[in-house]
C-alpha cells in the first residue's frame, strides 16, 4: 500500500501517435478505466518518447490534443486521475540521465522493440531509441509507482525497470519501489485485422488491418467484415492454425464479455459472414459513447488544456518528492535550498 492514504500509486503512460487503435483501447487504455476507482493514477502523454523516431512538432502538438482527447473520451476522467503531459514534468530527463549511467548498453541493445524499431529507422538511427526504455523506466520510478498496467509487448520494458530500480537501491541504498507489471487476459494482444500475425498497429501498411476507436460505424463494419480468415467456415477457436477468426473472438470476446465457448456456440453452423456481422456490431455498440465523446471533446481545447494542467501539477508534485531523496543519494548538492 502506497500513497499517504493507503492507495496504490497506478502509473502508465502511452505515446502521443494521433489515433487510438482498437489494440490501444482493448490492451491497455480501458483497464486504466477501470483503476480510477481506489487508485492514485498518473496517465501519461509521453511526447517526449514521441521524438525518438523521424516527427514533425506541428503534428506532434495536434497529436497530444488528439491523445488527450481520445484518452478522455475513453472514460479517463480528469477528476478522478492525473491526466499529464510528460514534457511539462520537470524530473522524467533528468532522472533518465541518472539511471542511463548505470544501465548496461547490452541490456538496450536486446530490447525487442528497439531492434525493431531500429530496423524500421535505419537511415535515421539516433541514441534517443536506444535510451528509449531508460527514460521510460523514469517515467514509472519517479512516481514511486506500485502498478504499470500495459499490453504485452511492454513487458519487456517493465522488466528491465525493475532491474534498473534494483541496481539503483543496491548501488545508492533502497529507494525504489519495484513496480508490478499488470497485463490484461482478454484483448491483451489484438492483431492486424489483413495480417493476423502481427500486432494491430497505427504504422500497419495496410491501414485496413487496423480499427480506430473514432472511425464511424461504417468504416468498422468496412475493416471488419474484410478481414482475413481461413478456407474452413467453422467458428473455432485456434491461434495456430485459425488466426484470423481466433483474432475477431478475442475482439468480440473483449467487447461482449462472452467466453469463447459459447461464441463457438452461438456460431456452429453459421459462416464468417454472420460471425463478421456479430462483431462489427457489439464492437459499433460498445465504441459509440466513445465516438461520441471524442467529437465533442476535440472541438473544445479549453477543456483538454485544464484537464492536464490540473494533471500535470498533480504530477509535479509527486515527482518532487523523489527526486530531490534521489539527487541526495547520486551526491548532487542541492545549493538552492541551504541558502
Ligand atoms: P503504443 O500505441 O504502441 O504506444 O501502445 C500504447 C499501449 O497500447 C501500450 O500499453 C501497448 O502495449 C498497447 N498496445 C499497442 N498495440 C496493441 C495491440 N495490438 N494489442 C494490444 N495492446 C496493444
Ligand atoms: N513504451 C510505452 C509504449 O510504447 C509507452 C510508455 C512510455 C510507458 N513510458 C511509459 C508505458 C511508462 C508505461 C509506463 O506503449
Redesign the pocket.
Known amino acids: 500500500m502506497s500513497n499517504s492514504e493507503g492507495k496504490k500509486v497506478v502509473l502508465?503512460c502511452?505515446?502521443p501517435?494521433g489515433r487510438?487503435?482498437?489494440?490501444?483501447y482493448?490492451?491497455?487504455?480501458r483497464n486504466w478505466v477501470d483503476l480510477m476507482e481506489g487508485n492514485e493514477c498518473y496517465f501519461g502523454v509521453v511526447d517526449m518518447h514521441a521524438i525518438t523516431i523521424p516527427y514533425s512538432p506541428a503534428n506532434l502538438r495536434a497529436n497530444v490534443y488528439e491523445c488527450a482527447a481520445q484518452y478522455m473520451a475513453c472514460g479517463l476522467d480528469p477528476e478522478k486521475c492525473n491526466l499529464f503531459l510528460q514534457s511539462s514534468i520537470i524530473g522524467h530527463a533528468e532522472l533518465a540521465w541518472i539511471l542511463g549511467c548505470i544501465c548496461p548498453i547490452g541490456a538496450l541493445e536486446r530490447m525487442t522493440q528497439y531492434k525493431d524499431k531500429s530496423r524500421k529507422h535505419k537511415d535515421a538511427l539516433n541514441s534517443g531509441l536506444l535510451y528509449y526504455p531508460v527514460l521510460m523506466a523514469a517515467d514509472i520510478l519517479i512516481y514511486d509507482a506500485d502498478i504499470v498496467?500495459?499490453?504485452?509487448?511492454?513487458k519487456q520494458h517493465i522488466e528491465l525497470t525493475r532491474d534498473i530500480a534494483q541496481k539503483f537501491n543496491n548501488t545508492y541504498s533502497d529507494t525504489f519501489k519495484l513496480p508490478e507489471a499488470v497485463i490484461p487476459k482478454a484483448?491483451?494482444?489484438?492483431?492486424?485485422l489483413q495480417d493476423p500475425s502481427s500486432?494491430?498497429?497505427?504504422s500497419d501498411p495496410n491501414q485496413n488491418g487496423t480499427l480506430y476507436i473514432t472511425d464511424s460505424p461504417d468504416v468498422l463494419r468496412k475493416k471488419i467484415m474484410s478481414a482475413v480468415t481461413d478456407s474452413e467456415s467453422d467458428v473455432r477457436f485456434d491461434p495456430e492454425s485459425k488466426p484470423g477468426v481466433s483474432n475477431l473472438m478475442n475482439i468480440l470476446e473483449a467487447v461482449s464479455g462472452a467466453g469463447f465457448e459459447s461464441i463457438e456456440r452461438d456460431f456452429a453452423g453459421k459462416g464468417y459472414g454472420d460471425f463478421k456481422k456479430a462483431v462489427a456490431e457489439a464492437l459499433i455498440e460498445k465504441l459509440k459513447p466513445v465516438r461520441e465523446r471524442y467529437l465533442e471533446l476535440r472541438e473544445d481545447k479549453a477543456c483538454i488544456e485544464s484537464a492536464l494542467a490540473r494533471g500535470n501539477s498533480a504530477a509535479q508534485r509527486r515527482a518532487n518528492r523523489l527526486m530531490s531523496k534521489i539527487y541526495r543519494k547520486v551526491g548532487f548538492l542541492n545549493i538552492e535550498k541551504r541558502q
Open positions: 502508465t502511452a505515446q501517435t487510438l487503435h482498437l489494440g490501444n482493448l490492451g491497455a487504455v498496467p500495459v499490453g504485452e509487448d511492454q484483448g491483451a494482444r489484438i492483431m492486424s500486432k494491430m498497429s497505427k
